[in-house]
T-cell receptor
Framework: DAGITQSPRHKVTETGTPVTLRCHQTENHRYMYWYRQDPGHGLRLIHYSYGVKDTDKGEVSDGYSVSRSKTEDFLLTLESATSSQTSVYFC?????????????????FGPGTRLTVL | SQELEQSPQSLIVQEGKNLTINCTSSKTLYGLYWYKQKYGEGLIFLMMLQKGGEEKSHEKITAKLDEKKQQSSLHITASQPSHAGIYLCGADLGDYKLSFGAGTTVTVRA
């Protein structure tokens, strides 16, 4: 268990409402990631963070924003939820970022948040 | 289309039998990860391969990386009910992120 928690674990919301998902780590890892998992698509990166207040977009970032004010917390916000954002959201952490010149580090995943947008 | 293709999409195996899952990349692999996921749960890291020809084993699970073929295989020997789940491969393709395959669902029948 890599010391990652996600909250809430389940959420049902209505189209147009804002939603914030939280990822909390106790490992003091520098890198944090948000993915969504959908049938037939596997895991797709939404946003990632390489330090406090340092974030960047992934491949499916439209409609999502993130914030990281502390090392241990990474928040994912859906400003105005849509039905296409119904998914399972996973947070991951790593000590060193993927694709760096040093080496490729292992990502450890949280338990996931199942979000349904009606 | 996905950068990582996993095959098969699903398989059913009799308990005690062996099984193999493949993960093929359309790009050069700089690192390959195997994860296991149980329904409704997070991903559990199994192993990471970085060098061509590398092979790692953990209990009854063996993974190999064929760098030239840009492919990795995951082999489970004498499958047990505890091996049931979804197996995902993730790869470092030289950019800033891990890319994942769609997953292979494994069912083990007693």
């Amino acid at each position: 268990d890599a010391g990652i928690t996600q909250s809430p674990r389940h959420k049902v919301t209505e189209t147009g409402t804002p939603v914030t998902l939280r990822c909390h780590q106790t490992e003091n890892h520098r890198y944090m990631y948000w993915y969504r998992q959908d049938p037939g698509h596997g895991l797709r990166l939404i946003h990632y963070s390489y330090g406090v207040k340092d974030t960047d977009k992934g491949e499916v970032s439209d409609g999502y924003s993130v914030s990281r004010s502390k090392t241990e917390d990474f928040l994912l916000t859906l400003e105005s939820a849509t039905s296409s954002q119904t998914s399972v959201y996973f947070c991951a952490i790593s000590d060193v970022g993927v694709g760096t010149e040093v080496f490729t580090d292992t990502q450890y995943f949280g338990p996931g948040t199942r979000l349904t947008v009606l | 289309s996905q950068e990582l293709e996993q095959s098969p999409q699903s398989l059913i195996v009799q308990e005690g039998k062996n099984l193999t899952i493949n993960c093929t990349s359309s790009k050069t692999l700089y690192g390959l990860y195997w994860y296991k996921q149980k329904y409704g749960e997070g991903l559990i890291f199994l192993m990471m391969l970085q060098k061509g020809g590398e092979e790692k084993s953990h209990e009854k699970i063996t993974a190999k990386l064929d760098e030239k073929k840009q492919q990795s295989s995951l082999h489970i020997t004498a499958s047990q009910p505890s091996h049931a789940g979804i197996y995902l491969c993730g790869a470092d393709l030289g950019d800033y992120k891990l890319s994942f395959g769609a997953g292979t669902t494994v069912t083990v029948r007693a």
